[in-house]
């Protein structure tokens, strides 16, 4: 029979472990990636700036809505995103597990592919 | 050590309240994947210890900020490392989570009894957008200014209130050393305290309902 395992010390020490993992995994990005820091405030030369890359999503979202269709990729699409994913459980007792999977995974890959089509 | 943590537990009688919780048992069946929320929490840690080094040498004003980054970044002991360790974090963070609430996803771990504790978690994942969204700008750089000019001209597309909205996060017409320190405020004490509490909530229910059984 196998040794029951219990939080402490089982889980404890492989959290630890974890942990430690972590730590190594984020000086390892810093050596490699350091932060950058861009020039001093101009505000007389305007530049096209890029988002953190979890916000690029909305950015290549705007591109699709351009003039008095903004606010679709502004706030309703992105506030929907969001309304979606906060009330799963929700969704799931109403539309049951199968079209809360299939909404769900579709905004996924929506999600996915904006979020790398600006990188590339 | 023992008498110390014996002294203590009579004042505060942890032992009885979470003693529970250390010697409980772990459902059989658990994989690396239940790891991962653990990993978004570690690296939730490891964004407040650093912000609160870096919180002793920024100065949030818009003729002091970027200089204090440039000193931070050229002058303190490892104030480099800080500042990577930060920003990093924050990246893994939402990386982490995302990858944590699929697995809850895909396990079904949302249903009822844990239906709350599926929001707290997504809330946690949008209100730490919006730490990330007011913290790029308190590097007080080009790309910081001209980003937060872009993503905060967004609300003005809401109708009737839009602009109102816009002047109300940016505490004026323009981005000035008012939003600057309006985001500072917002992004060292309004939004962590939203977060911790959030993550209390999280962490409680979890303790309580314990682990979902797999399907």
Known sequence: ?120 | MNALLQWLDKRLSFSQRHGNFLERKIPDGLNYSYCLGGIAFTFFIFLVISGLLLSLYYIPHERAAYQSIVTINEEMILGRIVRGIHKWSASLFIIFTILHSLRVFITRSYLPPRDLNWMTGALTMIFSMASGFTGYLLPWDQKAFWATEVGTSIFKTIPFIGEDIVILIRGGQDISGTTLTRFYAIHVLYLPLIIGLLLWGHFHMVKRLGIAKRL
């Open chain 1, 1 to 120: 029979m196998k040794k029951e395992k219990r939080f402490y010390p089982d889980y404890l020490s492989e959290i630890i472990f974890v942990v430690i993992l972590c730590l190594e995994a984020l000086l390892f990005l810093i050596l490699f990636f350091p932060p950058q820091l861009g020039r001093e405030i101009d505000f007389t030369r305007q530049y096209l700036p890029r988002p953190e890359w979890y916000f690029n999503w909305i950015f290549e979202l705007l591109k699709y809505f351009p003039g008095e269709f903004t606010i679709f990729g502004a706030i309703i699409i992105p506030l929907f995103f969001a309304l979606v994913v906060v009330f799963i459980p929700f969704l799931d007792k109403r539309i049951g597990l199968f079209w809360t999977r299939i909404l769900a995974f579709s905004l996924l890959v929506v999600f996915i592919i904006l979020t790398i089509s600006g990188m590339v």
